[in-house]
Nanobody
């Protein structure tokens, strides 16, 4: 089992930046998990943002965030980061960190979920 905790969300103006952190704890081997970031805006379905495999060699992104968001991980610290630059009002959502044994862009792929962190981008 692995527990995930997201942090780093907040209120930022359009064009600004935030860095989200997903910290893992528990008995699972963090370095063996793929990690995905998903987000959910009010009234909308949860959507894929970015993911990273255990070795950081595979990092798919949603088209809507390509060139603006960067995912990375530190297996020693059991953390995954999502650097979000040039934020837009449409990025406003709760952002969730997920861990699983396979890399994918569907949240059903993942086995463990965090509680989420709110990101609000004002225009």
């Amino acid at each position: 089992q692995v527990q995930l905790a997201e942090s780093g969300g907040g209120l930022v103006q359009a064009g600004g930046s935030l860095r989200l952190t997903c910290e893992a704890s528990g008995s699972g081997s963090f370095s063996s998990y793929a990690i995905g970031w998903f987000r959910q805006a009010p009234g909308k379905e949860r959507e894929f943002v970015a993911a990273i495999n255990w070795s950081s060699r595979d990092m798919p992104y949603a088209d809507s965030v390509k060139g603006r968001f960067t995912i990375s991980r530190d297996n020693v610290k059991s953390m995954v980061f999502l650097q979000m630059d040039n934020l837009k009002p449409e990025d406003t959502a709760v952002y969730y960190c997920n861990a699983g044994y396979q890399l994918g862009d569907n949240y059903y792929t993942y086995n463990f979920w965090g509680q989420g962190t709110q990101v609000t981008v004002s225009s």
